[in-house]
């Protein structure tokens, strides 16, 4: 898969509707939308309020990605409103299991993210519970920072453990931070099947182009 997800966090929000709209006719695959609570991350974005709202205006899958300290609350809360896919933070919780349970039993797609400093092994007991990997190549928090280079083969390691681990089950494998038309394409390379991509895309002077430059010019 060679899917777009752009982050809402460079969004206008004054004009929420419409940017989710324009995305979408440029091409993206799902609105990725970060929930921050000043806690697991030092930044506070927005809650369940805002995801609802982004549920009546989008026709395309909600990625909700909770940089929180209480995915366990916040996780199946978030699938309630009808997002498709769901992810925390391995780092934010040691009820890992517990949270990866609960958002697939409120109806969506179950995705656990892994920091920059935290390897891919330590999916091993829970690859059976997970739909969606996300590696980020930023230290999670805010949109804007530059791209970590060592997540490239963070991502290629990743893609090979799963090949190992779950040969049997598809899961995705979607990468976070930093990423632009100069990185976009050797990331699908390696085994990324979802780019999120916030400043680049919604900073962009012509979306349906900054988003077919991600995708090596397939609109
Ligand atoms: C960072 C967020 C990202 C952010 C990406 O903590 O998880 O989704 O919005 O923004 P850019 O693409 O600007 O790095
Ligand atoms: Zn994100």
């Avoid at 060679?2 to 709209?21: I, W, Y």
Wanted: hydrophobic share 45%.
């Amino acid at each position: 898969m060679k899917a777009v997800a752009p982050s809402v966090l460079a969004a206008d929000f004054t004009r929420l509707g419409e940017e989710l709209r324009a995305m979408e006719k440029a091409g993206a695959a799902y609105h990725h939308l970060d929930v921050m609570d000043a806690h697991f991350v030092p930044n506070l974005t927005f809650g369940p309020l805002v995801v609802q709202a982004a549920r009546r205006a989008a026709s395309i899958p909600l990625d909700v990605h909770l940089m929180i300290q209480d995915p366990l609350t916040y996780g199946p809360l978030c699938a309630g409103l009808g997002a498709e896919i769901v992810t925390f933070h391995y780092e934010a919780t040691p009820h890992v299991h517990g949270g990866l349970v609960k958002i697939r039993e409120a109806g969506a797609r179950s995705g656990l993210s892994l920091t920059p400093g935290t390897p891919v092994e330590v999916l091993g007991p829970v690859l059976n519970y997970v739909d969606l990997v996300l590696i980020m190549s930023v230290n999670p928090g805010f949109g804007g920072q530059a791209f970590i280079p060592e997540s490239l083969d963070k991502v290629a390691r990743l893609r090979a453990f799963l090949k190992e681990n779950a040969p049997r089950r598809p899961i995705l494998i979607e990468v976070d931070g930093g990423v632009t038309d100069r990185n976009a394409a050797e990331l699908y390379r390696a085994g990324a099947d979802i780019l999120v991509s916030g400043s680049f895309l919604y900073g962009a002077p012509d979306y349906g182009l900054a988003l077919a430059s991600l995708r090596g010019g397939d609109l």
